[in-house]
Nanobody, 124 residues
């Protein structure tokens, strides 16, 4: 499985960005694609994920009501719409792939096939 992220950039606080995660080499009908972020000196934290089979979505408390995850199965692409961005959202954002993650916890330990990441910078 290969994942490629795109869509990061520099935005002012209160602004929006949409990230994309394009997947290839998917081998199962039921899998989970998750978005994670990692700020300098911090651990990679789960932001949101979506299950391919039933479309179930999960969010970290810190982004609920601001971020929306969606998927286009025909394009094998998962999106993360980020609204009302805050400076604390600044990080490198990665997408990862999992078959049986221990949801609702979005733990990086359960995911793999990481993409190269895309930088999101929110200025105050």
């Amino acid at each position: 499985v290969q994942l490629v992220e795109s869509g990061g950039g520099l935005v002012q606080a209160g602004g929006s960005l949409r990230l994309s995660c394009a997947a290839s080499g998917l081998r199962f009908d039921d899998y989970v694609i998750g978005w994670f972020r990692q700020a300098p000196g911090k651990e990679r934290e789960g932001v949101s994920c979506v299950r391919s089979g039933d479309g179930s979505t999960y969010y970290a408390d810190s982004v609920k009501g601001r971020f929306t995850i969606s998927s286009d199965n025909a394009k094998n692409t998962v999106y993360l719409q980020m609204n009302n961005l805050k400076p604390e959202d600044t990080a490198v954002y990665y997408c990862g792939y999992a078959v049986r993650p221990r949801l609702p916890e979005i733990s990086a330990r359960d995911f793999g096939s990481w993409g190269q990441g895309t930088q999101v910078t929110v200025s105050s």
